[in-house]
């Protein structure tokens, strides 16, 4: 008989916050006030990248795409999430596992594109006579396709792994989205195969986009110790600040919630994280570009005098 047939679980209870009452009223005014933040910080970077000719440089557009995937993580998690965290509330099983494919899909290419701007940090810095070459527009253009279809593709292998797995209870997630871990916990098969599956989809998607930053950041630091004068060194450290100050924070979370023992975290605690990883990283990248970045606070200031 087909795999699928057997499912018994049709839809799947999250919690939310209600198991947690004294933090109810602060976790909801974070899925409220947070992702309006979110959408109109990351909208305002889209359009002034958009309407700016001196923002038409390689680091914006790709900054551009990273503020889609930020909104794309906003629109998956928040909207059901604010409904769930309060009450809890019931989800299809269905609509679970899409939500879970679509939010995998925007951190994976997140973690791509992290890994893209530092390579455009190393070439504007370490070989600037041919950074215009290296990384042209059509180069740009076919670096980002890549990475959203790669997620695209390394997240649908996970989802027909997870659609083949039967769910015979219990249905309760105590969560606010629907995760992969959760998600697993609620299968009556042998989840090891898919366990193997995402250990090694982790190594192209988290570890490969990680070290290479590293390495292109030890080469930019030797480019920036050979410059003679402070003036030149500090431009380009300030250069490369706002995209390293991004990258500590979401790998910073990314480690907390996923590689920690499970057993040495609280259920509150992996929400608090998950709350920083899907609601407060979003919307904190724009404001570190705007406030670190001159070009930009430059645009701002056009704006505001019009």
Same mark, same amino acid.
Request: aromatic share 12%; proline share 4%.
């Given at each position: 008989?087909? +795999? =699928? ?5 049709? @839809? ?32 305002? $970077? ?20 990273? *503020? ?33 494919? /679509? ?6 290419? @997140?973690?791509?594109?992290?890994? $893209? =701007? ?14 215009? *070459? ?18 695209? *593709?390394?997240?649908? &292998? ?5 659609? /083949? ?7 309760? &997630? ?20 898919? @366990?193997?599956?995402?250990? &090694? $989809?982790?190594?192209?998607? &988290? ?26 060194? *500090? ?31 609280? =259920?509150? +605690? ?37």
């Amino acid at each position: 008989m087909d +795999v =699928m047939n057997q499912t018994i679980v049709t @839809e799947v209870l999250l919690l939310g916050f209600q198991n947690i009452p004294s933090y109810k009223t602060m976790f909801l005014s974070f899925l409220i006030v947070f992702p309006i933040m979110t959408v109109c910080g990351n909208i305002l $970077i889209i359009w002034l990248v958009a309407s700016n000719s001196s923002l038409q440089s390689p680091m914006y557009f790709f900054l551009t795409q990273l *503020s889609i995937s930020d909104l794309l993580v906003t629109t998956v998690i928040v909207p059901n999430s604010l409904y769930m965290a309060y009450n809890g509330g019931t989800m299809s099983l269905s609509g679970c596992i899409v939500q879970f494919y /679509f939010f995998g899909c925007s951190e994976t290419t @997140e973690c791509v594109l992290l890994s $893209i =701007m530092g390579y455009d940090r190393y070439l504007a810095i370490c070989n600037p006579l041919s950074y215009s *070459s290296l990384m042209n527009p059509m180069v740009c253009i076919t670096l980002v396709i890549i990475s959203w279809l790669l997620s695209l *593709s390394l997240e649908l &292998i996970v989802l027909i792994s997870t659609l /083949f797995l039967q769910f015979c209870g219990p249905n309760v &997630i105590d969560h606010f989205f629907c995760d992969l871990v959760p998600l697993l916990k609620l299968s009556c098969s042998d989840t090891i195969y898919i @366990e193997m599956e995402v250990l &090694i $989809i982790s190594v192209p998607v &988290i570890f490969t986009p990680l070290v290479s930053i590293a390495v292109f950041y030890v080469y930019i630091v030797q480019a920036a110790l050979r410059i003679s004068t402070t003036s030149g060194r *500090s431009k380009v450290f300030s250069t490369c600040s706002s995209h390293l100050l991004v990258v500590s924070i979401f790998y910073g979370t990314l480690t907390g919630i996923y590689m920690l023992p499970t057993k040495q975290k609280s =259920m509150t +605690v992996n929400k608090i994280l998950s709350l920083l990883y899907t609601v407060v990283t979003p919307m904190i990248n724009p404001i570190i570009y705007s406030l670190r970045n001159r070009d930009i606070k430059e645009a701002l200031k056009k704006i505001s005098c019009l």
